[in-house]
């Protein structure tokens, strides 16, 4: 579960309209999506910004990543679901209420539909850019380069964590076996390893950064900058017309409950 | 015995790593897998303990077929060592490191101890018994990795790249270790570059080549067939190197023992004193 849930995240150079946007731009864009899922409670209008986000994987064709990532986050999904109907459950005096179902529904597309949008900005947005595009926004250089090298690590983690898994369950460790409790104990001796060598490794890059001059100067220049071009405006623009119909809508038009029309 | 009939693997990402192995490795055997990098070696030894499901094809270790038994299962009677020791040691103590697989295998507390004991002696790790792993050297957290997987006695002992980052003394003491398990029947497999390594063992040596095997025979008839070796990025051993060179003198190619090298130069240029 947890490897597909990487590979979700992990870039690969490609030329597409999408992959050739501004990051910065493509940040907003995905914060205005991660506003919209926010502040909506319904299923209709999640739905539909599930939906924006399929043109945007196609046009980048990454939709066999895109689906990976999605397949990986299923099962926090469900855990989503399934906590959310069993507390409404509870608390409406042990009954299922239509409108109860229907929230919990909405919540689980929301995640969904916040793992679809960082999933597409990830799978398009090279970590390069990404700390170009933090640098460009005034972030001090140490910081933009501790977030792309984070990024950077985790496919290289995630492989990490596959071999140490096969070393321990080469040593009859069954992570699916037993309680709950035991179940997560039984992460403890992937864990261990995995934090030990992540530690060592940045060790290792501390040290080969400094042998190769790394802040020996204050003020850095960069081989590419980022510009913005006519896709980049387009997408803001839209972006923009998204934020604002979002807001009116969740302002002043009623959204209908689903049970309404079938349940009853 | 490990018996491998027809069998491709291929990887989620598309990469086909074994494209038809056949292969029979019988009990007590002393197995070496050479290769380039990417050749599907490792790919081949993670089927061994079911790591790895074959694509198509089948692996039968001792009769039982891979597909239709756990890790657990497999891993009791297939004792694999990763190449990397950072990937596996975690406990505060080596003891509570090789009580770890012992306690999984569901061995009682009084067979547990008495493995410790038996595996710290075997590998002279006694000393470091209550010391964390993460304080010994590079060498002896090789050797407590070894002695995690060695305590629970597996028939077939698979050591994935063995001599990496190992000192000449530590190569001899693994040498002459695998020397002493073999005398007791265990079967090993080895992945390795080492060809110096192997030279000195002198095993059963297997070359794969993209996911196939290209060659099979004993060690001296492989690491001396200049081809083969080319073709699989490996280069011949030293004392090989030697003789090839030497070959318009009449003397023999295949060899890759250094006493074997000795008494041969003696015997064509002799000086009786030596």
Not at chain 1, 12 to 30: G, M, Q
Not at chain 2, 106 to 124: D, P, R
């Amino acid at each position: 579960m947890s490897r597909s849930v990487f590979d979700g995240l992990k870039f690969r150079k490609v030329d597409s309209p999408i992959h050739n946007l501004d990051p910065r731009v493509k940040f907003v864009y995905v914060l205005g999506v991660f506003v919209a899922a926010i502040i909506y409670n319904e299923i209709i209008p999640l739905l539909l910004l599930f939906l924006m986000q399929i043109p945007f994987v196609l046009l980048a064709g990454v939709q066999k990543q895109w689906l990976r990532s999605l397949r990986g986050a299923l099962f926090l999904a469900w855990f989503i679901f399934l906590t959310n109907i069993l507390f409404r459950y509870i608390g409406a005096g042990y009954t299922f209420l239509p409108a109860d179902i229907e929230f919990s529904i909405a919540v689980t597309i929301r995640f969904i539909v916040l793992v679809a949008s960082f999933s597409v900005f990830f799978l398009t947005t090279s970590p390069d850019h990404l700390g170009l595009a933090l640098e460009q926004s005034g972030v001090p250089y140490e910081f933009s380069f501790a977030f792309t090298t984070a990024v950077r690590f985790v496919p290289v983690l995630a492989e990490e964590a596959t071999t140490i898994m096969d070393a321990q369950k080469a040593r009859g460790l069954e992570l699916e076996k037993g309680s709950f409790m035991k179940r997560i104990r039984n992460y403890v001796p992937v864990l261990i390893p995995l934090i030990v060598s992540a530690i060592r490794r940045s060790l290792e890059l501390a040290e080969a950064m400094e042998s190769r001059a790394w802040g020996a100067t204050k003020k850095r220049t960069n081989l590419y900058e980022l510009k913005l071009h006519k896709g980049d405006f387009a997408l803001l623009i839209i972006t923009f017309v998204i934020i604002a119909l979002e807001i009116y809508v969740r302002l002043f038009v009623p959204i209908p409950p689903l049970s309404g029309a079938f349940l009853f | 015995m490990i018996e491998i009939e027809n069998v491709y693997f291929k990887y989620q990402s598309g990469t086909e790593a074994l494209r038809g192995i056949t292969l029979t490795i019988k009990d007590g055997e002393f197995v070496a897998i050479m290769g380039q990098n990417g050749a599907g070696k490792t790919t081949l030894v993670k089927h061994f303990n079911g790591l790895l499901k074959p694509s198509a094809g089948k692996i039968l270790i001792d009769n039982i077929q891979t597909t239709k038994s756990s890790i657990a299962s497999l891993s009791k009677t297939v004792g694999f060592v990763f190449q990397n020791p950072d990937h596996q040691l975690f406990s505060e103590t080596v003891e509570e490191e090789i009580a770890f697989a012992l306690k999984n295998f569901g061995f009682n507390q009084e067979t547990i101890e008495k493995q410790i004991t038996w595996v710290l002696n075997l590998l002279s790790l006694n000393q470091y018994r209550k010391t964390s792993p993460f304080m010994l050297s590079g060498g002896e957290r090789k050797r407590v990795a070894l002695a995690s997987v060695l305590a629970w006695d597996p028939k077939i002992l698979v050591l994935d790249e063995p001599t990496i980052g190992q000192d000449h003394e530590q190569k001899e003491i693994l040498r002459q270790f695998i020397v002493q398990l073999q005398a007791q029947g265990k079967t090993i497999v080895t992945v390795t570059h080492d060809v110096e390594f192997v030279a000195e063992c002198n095993p059963r040596v297997i070359l794969m080549r993209e996911g196939k095997i290209v060659a099979d025979g004993e060690g001296k008839e492989i690491l001396t067939n200049a081809e083969a070796i080319a073709q699989s990025s490996i280069i011949l051993p030293q004392i090989a190197q030697v003789f090839a060179k030497l070959g318009s003198l009449g003397l023999p190619k295949d060899v890759i023992d250094i006493y074997e090298a000795k008494d041969i130069l003696l015997r064509a240029y002799g000086r009786p004193e030596e």
